[in-house]
């Protein structure tokens, strides 16, 4: 498993900053300019360094004053390039002493999810107000990665599971080669275009036989407020794959944002809801239809 920080947003004007810098110092390169104009250059990229305000935190907190202060909103910005540690205590006092959560939705970060199983996969694209982009199992052919949860591989069992889904990889595999369309001449655009499409349903119809434990991977794009709440319901989760997402996902982002995402040790309604909510569906319902129906789980 790997969690990529692959970007976040970071006010215009600190951006426009760097950009002239960079292009007086490579004018002062170009020009073979003197010690004096080198050793002011130099000062320079000091102080822009000594702002460290390549972070999102100063547009949370430039809008979180919008509410209650008449400057203009890009003096408010200004305010808050200019004195990242007060932005940063602000940010704390309106987010979490005054419960203004949505504040934190001004920060949003991009993030790389590499070797996630299916099933972590669909843990986290439970957050519905985060955006994704999934590596298609329609488009592109499955390898033979997976991931091996931690509970197994410490159990018996580690070797017959990964013969499995070994065994499963290799009937996805033939499968694929008996749902995929005959090789045909050049023909139409037409053509072209319907045996992409059969293509496309081969692999998506092949893949069923593949486990949850088939690595995966995606783009995710978060505001600081959803990815908070994010790291906090992976974290309550009994699995071990998913509780070492959550960790990964924190970590990634925790020194750019500190103000922003601060609540993420679940406390007892996020470690006991899951088995809560379970316990009143049996009571509501009785005994799953599982074990009623012992050919197969009934579609609920």
Same mark, same amino acid.
């Given at each position: /498993?790997? =969690?990529?920080?692959?970007?976040?947003?970071?006010? =215009?004007? *600190?951006?426009? $900053?760097?950009?002239?810098?960079? $292009?007086?110092? =490579?004018?002062?390169?170009?020009?073979?300019?003197?010690?004096?104009?080198?050793?002011?250059?130099?000062?320079?990229?000091?102080?822009?360094?000594?702002?460290? @305000?390549?972070?999102?935190?100063?547009?949370?907190?430039?809008?979180? &004053?919008?509410?209650?202060? %008449?400057?203009? =909103?890009?003096?408010?910005?200004?305010?808050?390039?200019?004195?990242?540690? &007060?932005?940063? &205590?602000?940010?704390?006092? +309106? +987010?979490?002493?005054? !419960?203004?959560?949505?504040?934190?939705?001004?920060?949003?970060? @991009?993030?790389?999810?590499?070797?996630?199983?299916?099933?972590?996969?669909?843990?986290?694209?439970?957050?519905?107000?985060?955006?994704?982009?999934?590596?298609?199992?329609?488009?592109?052919?499955?390898?033979?990665?997976?991931?091996?949860?931690?509970? +197994?591989?410490?159990?018996?069992?580690? !070797?017959?599971?990964?013969?499995?889904?070994?065994?499963?990889?290799?009937?996805?595999?033939?499968?694929?080669?008996?749902?995929?369309?005959?090789?045909?001449? #050049?023909?139409?655009?037409?053509?072209?275009?319907?045996?992409?499409?059969?293509?496309?349903?081969?692999?998506?119809?092949?893949?069923?036989?593949?486990?949850?434990? *088939?690595?995966?991977?995606?783009? /995710?794009?978060? @505001?600081?407020?959803?990815?908070?709440? /994010? +790291?906090?319901?992976?974290?309550?989760? %009994?699995?071990?794959?998913?509780?070492?997402?959550? /960790?990964?996902?924190?970590?990634?982002?925790?020194?750019?944002?500190?103000?922003?995402?601060?609540?993420?040790? %679940? !406390?007892?309604?996020?470690?006991?809801? &899951?088995?809560?909510?379970?316990?009143?569906?049996?009571?509501?319902?009785?005994?799953?239809?599982?074990?009623?129906?012992? #050919? !197969?789980? #009934?579609?609920?």
């Amino acid at each position: /498993m790997r =969690v990529v920080l692959a970007g976040y947003n970071v006010d =215009v004007s *600190t951006l426009d $900053e760097l950009r002239a810098f960079i $292009e007086r110092f =490579v004018q002062a390169a170009a020009s073979k300019t003197s010690g004096r104009d080198t050793a002011s250059l130099l000062d320079e990229a000091r102080t822009l360094l000594a702002r460290d @305000n390549l972070t999102p935190e100063t547009l949370s907190a430039a809008y979180a &004053r919008v509410s209650r202060d %008449p400057r203009p =909103v890009d003096e408010l910005r200004a305010a808050a390039r200019a004195e990242i540690e &007060r932005a940063r &205590r602000s940010n704390q006092s +309106i +987010i979490f002493g005054l !419960g203004h959560s949505s504040v934190a939705e001004h920060a949003v970060f @991009n993030l790389d999810l590499i070797g996630i199983s299916r099933l972590a996969v669909e843990d986290v694209e439970r957050s519905r107000l985060v955006s994704y982009t999934e590596k298609s199992q329609r488009y592109v052919r499955l390898d033979d990665d997976f991931v091996r949860p931690a509970e +197994i591989e410490a159990s018996p069992h580690a !070797g017959a599971f990964a013969e499995r889904i070994r065994a499963q990889a290799a009937l996805y595999h033939r499968l694929l080669e008996r749902l995929l369309p005959p090789p045909s001449p #050049a023909g139409s655009a037409e053509d072209a275009e319907r045996r992409r499409a059969l293509e496309g349903r081969a692999k998506e119809d092949a893949r069923y036989i593949t486990s949850m434990s *088939t690595a995966a991977q995606l783009g /995710m794009t978060s @505001n600081a407020r959803n990815l908070e709440r /994010m +790291i906090l319901r992976l974290a309550a989760n %009994p699995l071990e794959e998913a509780r070492s997402l959550s /960790m990964a996902l924190h970590a990634a982002i925790h020194g750019i944002a500190p103000s922003l995402v601060k609540y993420t040790e %679940p !406390g007892g309604f996020e470690r006991l809801s &899951r088995a809560d909510l379970a316990s009143a569906a049996r009571a509501a319902f009785g005994p799953s239809q599982e074990s009623a129906h012992p #050919a !197969g789980p #009934a579609v609920l």
